[in-house]
Each structure stands twice: as C-alpha cells, then as structure tokens.
C-alpha cells in the first residue's frame, strides 16, 4: 500500500477535531494534537517554500 497524500482540507479537519478532543478530555489526546499540528506547519512551510521558489523563478524570466 502506497503513502497517498491527505488533502490540506482533510488535516486541517483532523486538527481541528484533536483539538476538540484534547479540549474535551485532556491530555490523553495531546499526542495526536500535537503531531497533526506538526503536519499543518510542514505543509505550510513547504507551500511556502514552493511559492519562493517559482516568484524567484518568474523573476529570473522576465528580467
């Protein structure tokens, strides 16, 4: 079975409902909190990262 790529939808959903776990019954929960917000910063770095690159790209074109 194949690593297939969960939507940024799909994460953000499952964060948000870990935080609503950990809100709801505490600490047993944070482990899962914490690695999914992990995994929304990644993701968010790595979009960024993708956009530098191709502004750097667009402007090495035009000039």
Do not use: W
Not at 17 to 31: H, N, Q, T, W
Request: proline share 2%; with cysteine.
């Amino acid at each position: 079975m194949g690593k297939d790529k969960i939507s940024d939808e799909r994460l953000h959903a499952a964060y948000l409902d870990s935080a609503e776990l950990v809100a709801m019954y505490g600490e047993a929960y944070l482990p899962i909190f914490e690695r999914l917000e992990q995994e929304c910063k990644k993701r968010e770095e790595q979009i960024a990262l993708l956009t530098k690159a191709r502004n750097i790209t667009n402007k090495n074109k035009t000039n």
